[in-house]
């Protein structure tokens, strides 16, 4: 017994070994990896309470007295708050009715069967792969016809610089993602469940509602954060489609023209301080919602 006991452990002793140079090395990367992404955060943050003379004598150097007045000054001067406001409606409307459709379109897709299923399902991963620099100009002319025939039509209004505009391209660019994620989530759900919503004598949208839907939850809570980073930090879409109308810019936008505008009247510390802003719902998201995350990412690929 004795010798097969310290043979058991000379075998696994270098599997041990290996397993803790592995972890090593892992925290190694990690550590350099949080090196490189927390610096320049940090050096953000550090100037936007700076004035504009220390940024350019000593852009390390820790601020002599807090500048607020800068955050201040970027929100009621520069319109970021205008800005930030756009951002919250655009960004707000077009991830929950992505959300709401996607999870609709992702269950059928996941759960039923029927004619132009596969190809359907196709279509949608084939538009994750279409490259947003293509798109743009096509569908600038396909929203400057539409807006043309609507107010022909009699309606006020168009969809170049538009809140509805913006919102309908942002669930257009977020859907496909949306529904390709869900999908593989909704799939993997017990089917013995929705079996048994409907011999209890639950129809379909009582049984997506309250059976599988929140049994979703971890994907959907993951996948909703994954939208809303993403729009919110979308510049391409809004610059090519909400460019004639500067009361409507979106945060991305704002901090362009903020950026424009500094170069002429040097104020690098509300840019900085612009930037702070801008940055401050992502962190925020992703500090309160870190675990729900980490959650709806392993529970998609345990299942």
């Given at each position: 017994?004795?010798?097969?006991?310290?043979?058991l452990?000379?075998?696994?002793?270098?599997?041990?070994?290996?397993?803790?140079g592995?972890?090593?090395?892992?925290?190694?990367?990690?550590?350099?990896?949080?090196?490189?992404?927390?610096?320049?955060?940090?050096?953000?943050?550090?100037?936007?309470?700076?004035t504009?003379?220390?940024?350019?004598?000593?852009?390390?150097?820790?601020p002599?007295a807090?500048?607020?007045?800068?955050y201040?000054?970027?929100?009621?001067?520069?319109?970021?708050?205008?800005?930030?406001?756009?951002?919250?409606?655009?960004?707000?409307?077009s991830?929950?009715?992505?959300?709401?459709?996607?999870?609709?379109?992702?269950?059928?897709?996941?759960?039923?069967?029927?004619?132009?299923?596969?190809?359907l399902?196709?279509?949608?991963?084939?538009?994750?792969?279409?490259?947003?620099?293509?798109?743009?100009?096509p569908?600038?002319?396909?929203?400057?016809?539409?807006?043309?025939?609507?107010?022909?039509?009699?309606?006020?209004?168009?969809?170049?610089?538009?809140?509805?505009?913006?919102?309908?391209?942002?669930?257009?660019?977020?859907?496909?993602?949306?529904?390709?994620?869900?999908?593989?989530f909704?799939?993997?759900?017990?089917?013995?469940?929705?079996?048994?919503?409907?011999?209890?004598?639950?129809?379909?949208?009582?049984?997506?509602?309250?059976?599988?839907l929140?049994?979703?939850?971890?994907?959907?809570?993951?996948?909703?954060?994954?939208?809303?980073?993403?729009?919110?930090?979308?510049?391409?879409?809004?610059?090519?489609?909400?460019?004639?109308?500067?009361?409507?810019?979106?945060?991305?936008?704002?901090?362009?023209?903020?950026?424009?505008?500094?170069?002429?009247?040097s104020?690098?510390?509300?840019l900085?301080?612009?930037?702070v802003?801008?940055?401050?719902?992502?962190?925020?998201?992703?500090?309160?919602?870190?675990?729900?995350?980490?959650?709806?990412?392993?529970?998609?690929?345990l299942?």
């Amino acid at each position: 017994m004795t010798t097969q006991v310290t043979q058991l452990r000379t075998e696994t002793a270098p599997k041990i070994k290996g397993e803790r140079g592995l972890t090593a090395v892992t925290q190694m990367i990690l550590i350099i990896w949080s090196v490189i992404i927390g610096l320049p955060i940090i050096w953000v943050l550090m100037s936007s309470v700076k004035t504009d003379a220390e940024i350019f004598v000593d852009s390390w150097r820790p601020p002599m007295a807090l500048q607020f007045d800068n955050y201040v000054r970027a929100w009621n001067e520069a319109q970021f708050g205008n800005y930030f406001l756009n951002s919250l409606i655009v960004v707000g409307l077009s991830t929950l009715i992505v959300m709401v459709l996607g999870a609709m379109v992702s269950y059928v897709l996941a759960r039923y069967q029927f004619v132009g299923r596969r190809a359907l399902n196709l279509a949608f991963v084939g538009a994750m792969a279409l490259p947003l620099f293509l798109a743009v100009i096509p569908l600038f002319g396909v929203m400057k016809q539409l807006g043309a025939s609507m107010q022909a039509s009699g309606l006020p209004f168009g969809l170049l610089g538009t809140y509805h505009g913006l919102i309908a391209v942002y669930v257009a660019y977020a859907m496909p993602f949306t529904v390709f994620f869900l999908t593989g989530f909704f799939a993997s759900l017990p089917g013995e469940l929705s079996e048994a919503a409907f011999i209890d004598g639950c129809g379909h949208f009582k049984t997506y509602f309250f059976v599988m839907l929140p049994l979703a939850r971890p994907g959907i809570v993951s996948i909703t954060i994954f939208n809303a980073v993403g729009l919110w930090n979308q510049y391409l879409l809004p610059l090519f489609l909400n460019n004639d109308n500067p009361g409507l810019y979106v945060v991305t936008q704002g901090l362009a023209k903020l950026a424009g505008d500094s170069q002429y009247g040097s104020d690098f510390s509300g840019l900085f301080a612009g930037l702070v802003i801008s940055m401050a719902p992502v962190l925020i998201l992703y500090v309160i919602f870190q675990k729900q995350i980490q959650a709806g990412m392993t529970a998609g690929a345990l299942k």
